[in-house]
Nanobody
Framework: QVQLVESGGGLVQPGGSLRLSCATS????????TGWYRQAPGKQRELVAV???????NYADSVKGRFTISRDNAKNTVYLQMNSLKPEDTAVYLC???????????????WGQGTQVTVSS
């Protein structure tokens, strides 16, 4: 069994910051490429940022310079530091991770349940 649990969302004023965490647990052999997605009401889910197992990162144009994705391999956890938040950043943020389970040779992509981020004054 593998679980992904996002946390750190909440209500913040425009210009504020939040740090999201995507914590994994279970019989994990390796946590590989991991991405943060977001979905706002009535909109398609979009990729916000992704980080590879080697630490290479990529960002959506809308968040470049404001968001930073990072990972702690010892804790199998991925973070999303969000600064200079805007009302248009309001969405449910979800984590998606490529995980190799111990004893398996098959990579499986897991989703977390999401955490709500609301940017409003």
């Amino acid at each position: 069994q593998v679980q992904l649990v996002e946390s750190g969302g909440g209500l913040v004023q425009p210009g504020g910051s939040l740090r999201l965490s995507c914590a994994t647990s279970g019989s994990i052999f390796s946590l590989n490429a991991t991405g943060w997605y977001r979905q706002a009401p009535g909109k398609q889910r979009e990729l916000v940022a992704v980080i590879t197992s080697g630490g290479s990162t990529n960002y959506a144009d809308s968040v470049k310079g404001r968001f930073t994705i990072s990972r702690d391999n010892a804790k199998n956890t991925v973070y999303l530091q969000m600064n200079s938040l805007k009302p248009e950043d309001t969405a449910v943020y979800l984590c998606n991770a490529d995980i190799l389970i111990r004893g398996s040779t098959v990579h499986i992509y897991y989703w977390g349940q999401g955490t709500q981020v609301t940017v409003s004054s």
